[in-house]
């Protein structure tokens, strides 16, 4: 059919035109809605400018098609072949082009947000500066494509393969990219925040200067990938692979990263403030110094002898262990999860709640820090609920007496600017315990209970793996001992408990990993 006596019955209110033969018709600026083209071979048609909101193009072939300009609004063109079609500045937003096939399809800032592309074919398509908010992009082919300078925030990428794409500058804050192959792709100077990579294949890819603040990026795989300079602030990389990848002067400050493997990776100049330095792969790591300042500002910088990497990027994470001689109960879990709630009201450094494990006979509370420096203070608010909190603060204080005093144990390797910064987090902690203790709602269930009663000792475990226990109580391990002629009130004179010596404490000091 020819374009005259096509747009003839168009304006006499024809609207069906499935299976049609338009093939090289000149229908530019027509205005078509709501008409059914669907199945018809519109190939090398010219629809510049053309309004097609609301058609149905369902399965038209439109390769070579010269759409720029046009209006396709809500049109619905599911399994549609647009290859190498001109659709620049086409406004396609909300259409239907599930499984369409648009390989090498121009689609320069068009206009594709809310757009269904679920397994769409977009192979080599140009869609430089094109707007894809909010679309479903779920599994399409994106292989080779350019979407540089693009907006594709919120957008779902979902286990899209966009291998070797260019994607820089490209706004993509917000967007679903579980699972996604993107493999040697371009992301340099990206928008990455917010985004979801978890799973994601991002081998050998540029994300140079990109923006990944708030980024998912668990279990992804960056093996060589280029991060240098890119922003990685309260990331998760929990077990993400990252080995050989370029980091150099990234930020990874306040980011989670246990279980990541770096294996080989570049970090000279990497941006580390409040984030965990334990549990992470660092076998052949390439580090010379390391930003801690809080800001990333380099005012706090620390040099490494090849020696010295593997120690600050080790393997122990600081522990404090409370050890409960009693099984927890409910009554008891409940007065211990109440009480640590108001705890941390007051005590903002007590970021998390203790891990507790169960047996038969004893509770172990464990609580997990980021850094050595906060082992001593967060002891002393974290034994709080118990009956010897009085007694390990005690021999907190001593253990901090202990370095300050001239035995020969001290060899200067702890420099008493460290000490006295020890001295000083410690006594902020006792006088947040003093305030605690005076509030009295805050520990009146667990004063009446049993369980906060019993016996305890406590543990500390630096990033160096030592141990040194801080307090254990006399009848501590001696609950169920069957003696008719010692009673429980008679054990404190009976069972004398050593305290720890100074080289104990001081050994335990020197394999601490300082922060600055």
Same mark, same amino acid.
């Given at each position: 059919m020819k374009a005259e006596e096509f747009l003839e019955k168009y304006t006499l209110g024809v609207r069906d035109f499935s299976g049609i033969d338009l093939g090289e018709a000149n229908l530019s600026g027509a205005k078509l809605s709501g008409v059914n083209l669907s199945q018809a071979n519109l190939s090398v048609v010219n629809l510049s400018g053309a309004n097609l909101n609301n058609a149905n193009l369902r399965f038209t072939k439109l390769n070579v098609a010269r759409l720029s300009g046009a209006h396709l609004i809500h049109a619905d063109l599911k399994g549609a072949s647009l290859n190498v079609a001109n659709l620049i500045r086409a406004d396609l937003s909300r259409a239907i082009l599930r499984k369409a096939t648009l390989i090498r399809a121009e689609l320069i800032r068009a206009d594709l947000s809310r757009a269904d592309l679920i397994q769409a074919n977009l192979k080599n398509a140009d869609l430089r500066e094109a707007t894809l908010r909010q679309a479903n992009l779920r599994q399409a082919n994106l292989t080779e494509a350019t979407l540089k300078g693009g907006l594709l925030t919120g957008a779902n990428l979902e286990q899209a393969i966009l291998n070797n794409a260019d994607l820089s500058r490209t706004d993509l804050s917000g967007a679903n990219l579980r699972d996604a192959e993107l493999r040697q792709a371009n992301l340099s100077r990206a928008n990455l925040s917010g985004a979801n990579l978890s799973g994601a294949n991002l081998r050998w890819v540029d994300l140079t200067g990109a923006n990944l603040r708030w980024a998912d990026l668990t279990g992804a795989k960056l093996s060589g990938a280029n991060l240098t300079g890119a922003n990685l602030t309260n990331t998760n990389l929990t077990n993400t692979t990252l080995v050989h990848a370029n980091l150099t002067q990234a930020k990874f400050i306040k980011a989670e990263w246990v279980g990541a493997d770096l294996t080989g990776a570049t970090l000279t100049g990497a941006k580390l403030y409040a984030t965990s330095r334990y549990g992470l792969k660092t076998d052949g790591i390439v580090c010379e110094w390391v930003d801690l300042s809080p800001t990333g500002d380099s005012s706090i910088i620390q040099y490494f002898t090849p020696e010295d990497v593997h120690e600050f990027f080790n393997a122990t994470s600081p522990t404090i262990r409370i050890i409960v001689?009693?099984?927890?109960?409910?009554?008891?879990?409940?007065?211990?999860?109440?009480?640590?709630?108001?705890?941390?009201?007051?005590?903002?450094?007590?970021?998390?709640?203790?891990?507790?494990?169960?047996?038969?006979?004893?509770?172990?509370?464990?609580?997990?820090?980021?850094?050595?420096?906060?082992?001593?203070? !967060?002891?002393?608010? *974290?034994?709080? /609920? $118990?009956?010897?909190?009085?007694?390990?603060?005690?021999? @907190?204080?001593?253990?901090? #007496?202990?370095?300050?005093?001239?035995? !020969?144990?001290?060899? *200067?390797?702890? /420099? $008493?600017?460290?000490?006295?910064?020890?001295?000083?987090? @410690?006594?902020?902690?006792? #006088?947040?315990?003093?305030?605690?203790?005076?509030?009295?709602?805050?520990?009146?269930?667990?004063?009446?209970?049993?369980?906060?009663?019993?016996?305890?000792?406590?543990?500390?475990?630096?990033?160096?793996?030592?141990?040194?226990?801080?307090?254990?109580?006399?009848?501590?391990?001696?609950?169920?001992?069957?003696?008719?002629?010692?009673?429980?009130?008679?054990?404190?004179?009976?069972?004398?408990?050593?305290?720890?010596?100074?080289s104990k404490v001081i050994d335990f000091i020197k394999g601490f990993h300082f922060i600055g």
């Open positions: 001689d009693k099984p927890l109960d409910h009554e008891a879990n409940f007065a211990a999860a109440g009480a640590y709630y108001q705890i941390a009201q007051q005590y903002r450094q007590l970021i998390q709640p203790p891990c507790i494990e169960i047996d038969r006979r004893r509770t172990v509370f464990t609580f997990r820090l980021d850094n050595d420096e906060a082992l001593l203070p !967060t002891a002393c608010i *974290g034994i709080l /609920p $118990f009956t010897d909190a009085k007694n390990t603060h005690n021999n @907190l204080l001593v253990s901090v #007496e202990m370095m300050k005093s001239e035995d !020969t144990s001290n060899d *200067g390797s702890i /420099p $008493f600017h460290r000490i006295q910064k020890f001295n000083q987090l @410690l006594e902020e902690a006792l #006088e947040h315990a003093d305030k605690i203790k005076q509030m009295k709602k805050i520990l009146a269930l667990v004063a009446k209970l049993n369980f906060f009663q019993a016996p305890t000792q406590t543990i500390l475990t630096n990033s160096s793996s030592h141990n040194l226990i801080i307090y254990e109580h006399p009848n501590f391990g001696k609950r169920l001992m069957h003696r008719s002629d010692v009673t429980d009130a008679s054990y404190d004179e009976v069972i004398k408990f050593t305290p720890f010596s100074v």
